[in-house]
């Protein structure tokens, strides 16, 4: 089992930038991918980026060249930085971690099994 916690959610202005933390605990050994979902009300659990053997990494297009993936192992901690945030990143964000089958898959949601409690992003105009 793992355990995931996220925190650094918040309400920003168009423009404006966060940064979330997911702490993991447990069986984090067991895991070779991490990564970050989000959804908005009524659409689904989208990808937004995500990180395979602790090095590669991948984003949705949407976000490219503006959130930027980032993972501490030592503290078995996985972090967001948002940048440039749009009214369009307003959603709920989840931490994910899980064993995935290739660097491919790494943003699909059916890849994980272990999801944190997630946390509020809104970003007003």
């Known amino acids: 089992q793992v355990q995931l916690v996220e925190s650094g959610g918040g309400s920003v202005q168009a423009g404006g930038s966060l940064r979330l933390s997911c702490a993991a605990s447990?069986?984090?050994?067991?895991?070779?991918?991490m990564g970050w979902f989000r959804q908005a009300p009524g659409k689904e659990r989208e990808g937004v980026a995500a990180?395979?053997?602790?090095?590669?990494?991948r984003y949705a297009d949407s976000v490219k060249g503006r959130f930027t993936i980032s993972q501490d192992i030592a503290k078995d901690s996985l972090y967001l930085q948002m940048n440039s945030l749009k009214p369009e990143d307003t959603a709920m964000y989840y931490c994910?971690?899980?064993?995935?089958?290739?660097?491919?898959?790494?943003?699909?949601?059916?890849?994980?099994?272990?999801w944190g409690q997630g946390t509020q992003v809104t970003v007003s105009s």
């Open positions: 447990g069986h984090v050994y067991s895991t070779n991918c």
């Open positions: 990180i395979y053997n602790n090095k590669y990494s």
């Open positions: 994910a971690a899980d064993s995935c089958s290739d660097f491919g898959s790494i943003l699909s949601r059916y890849e994980y099994n272990y």
